[in-house]
C-alpha cells in the first residue's frame, strides 16, 4: 500500500464526508504511517497530528516541562 497522503486517501476522504463520520483514518501497509481525514474530508498531515497531541497533553491532560524534538534519517 503507497503512504497514506492527501492524494492516495481519495476514497477515504469522500467516504467520510458523504457517510458523516468524524475522523477516518488511513495507514499504509506496515502502519509506520498514517494519514488523517476530518469530518469535512480535510486531510490532516500527521505532522499536524503530532501538534494535536501535544497540545492535548499540556492543555487538557497537565503535562509540563520541557520538550526535545530531533531527526532521525535512517535507511533501509
Keep these: ?3 497514506p497522503s492527501a492524494a492516495t486517501l481519495y476514497r477515504l476522504k469522500h467516504l467520510v464526508a458523504a457517510e458523516g463520520y468524524d475522523i477516518g483514518i488511513g495507514t499504509d ?5 498514517l ?5 469535512q474530508g480535510n486531510f490532516i498531515h500527521p505532522n499536524e ?10 492543555e487538557y491532560k497537565g503535562w509540563k516541562g520541557s ?6 534519517p535512517l535507511t533501509s
Design 29 to 33: 501497509g506496515d502502519a509506520d504511517r
Design 67 to 72: 520538550v526535545f524534538v530531533t531527526s532521525l
Design 35 to 39: 494519514g488523517i481525514i476530518d469530518e
Design 49 to 58: 497530528v503530532l501538534l494535536l497531541l501535544y497540545y492535548y497533553l499540556l
Design 1 to 3: 500500500m503507497p503512504s
